[in-house]
């Protein structure tokens, strides 16, 4: 099924096509800057049924890490995406708030629960991991 999404200014659009590998929750230190406070609600597709549809994204890499994570965020209005991970290469990890539908979320895991905060309600009855 397509599925697509945009920034919250609509300079970039998206769409994917591919089967949603996993469905988590991310309680790590570094997610709650780029979801507001939250633990990140994302999805991991194949990022090769991925693609811009629209603008190009501005890319992000923390230059003190060895194995950086890419994040692709509109440089317009500074919508978070999606990111490359090095640990799950040929894969995307898309934070579910830029689609246009995406009611139909279901966390099967909360990660990096090592990083949880006390106001984070994890679901019951998913997986609970301290790390990914
Ligand atoms: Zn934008
Ligand atoms: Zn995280």
Redesign the pocket.
């Known amino acids: 099924m397509k599925q697509t999404g945009r920034c919250y200014c609509g300079d970039l659009h998206y769409e994917f096509t591919g089967p949603v590998h996993s469905q988590i929750l ?6 709650r800057y ?1 979801s507001g406070g939250s633990a ?1 609600a994302s999805i991991v597709i194949a990022e090769e049924s991925f693609q811009w549809t629209k603008g190009e994204p501005k890319t992000y890499q923390r230059s003190d890490l060895e194995t950086p994570r890419t994040r692709f965020f509109c440089e317009n209005c500074g919508t978070h995406i999606c990111v490359k991970s090095p640990p799950r290469p040929g894969m995307l990890v898309l934070k579910i708030g830029s689609l246009d539908e995406h009611s139909w979320f279901k966390p099967e895991a909360a ?2 629960c090592c ?1 949880k905060q006390e106001f984070h309600v994890i679901p019951e009855g998913i997986k609970v991991l301290d790390k990914a």
């Open positions: 991310c309680h790590c230190r570094e997610c780029l990140n990660i990096y990083d």
